[in-house]
Each structure stands twice: as structure tokens, then as C-alpha cells.
């Protein structure tokens, strides 16, 4: 009996380990038809690509001369990026709108002053 216990003594310790691991919570993607209160449009505004590790996404820092806006860069999460500019630290040109996150969309910023906002584009070039 005693051999038993010591054979499945790690098949139970990896089934529990890989039981707390599904419970994560999954991140949530944005849902790309949903309507949305616009905060700003976007013309020819500058950014740069990064990788949102919490969603799991390509995203762009926007560089922002924004009125009223104490911040120097704004996130703005899309619904895809296209493949060609899903490169960390690629600069890109962006024509499109910010948006505001929804209650129910469980969306936010990860740190104090960060600000995040689905990403509608339009047009996305390189500079």
C-alpha cells in the first residue's frame, strides 16, 4: 500500500497544480462591434507598437499632444492588429478613434495613470 501512496503521491501533486493553473482568469478581447462612447479621433497621430502581455495583444502606445491631456502617451487596444505591424517598438502613423471601454467590458488600466482605449483603425501606415 505504502508503494501505491509514493507512485501517486506526484501524479496528484501535478493534477492539482495544473487544476490552479486553468483557474486563471483568461484575459477577455475586446468585442469589435460593440458601441462605444468616442473620445478622441485620430488623425495622423503617432505611436508605437508593443505587446499587452495582461490581454495578450498587440497594442499602440500613442504619442499624444492632446489638449487637456497631462499625459505624453495614451494605450489604445484594437481588435487586431494587422500582422505587418505586429512588431514591438515599430513606429507607426494612425488614422482611426479612441473609445472609451465599456462598464461591462472589463477593461483597465494596469498602472496609476495609465490610460486604455479600444483602438478603431482606420488607416495604419508606417512614418
Partial sequence: MKKLSLFAMPIVLIMVLF???SC???ATLPNCSAKRQVFRN????????????QYNKFAVSIDTLIKDNIDTHING?????PKEF???????VLNGKLEKFNDGENFFETLGGEQLYFLKIDKITTP
Fill in 86 to 92: 505586429q512588431i514591438e517598438g515599430k513606429r507607426v
Fill in 24 to 26: 486563471k482568469k483568461k
Fill in 19 to 21: 487544476s490552479f493553473n
Fill in 77 to 81: 487596444l484594437p481588435c487586431e492588429l
Fill in 42 to 53: 485620430l488623425v495622423n497621430h503617432q505611436g508605437t507598437v508593443f505587446y499587452y502581455r
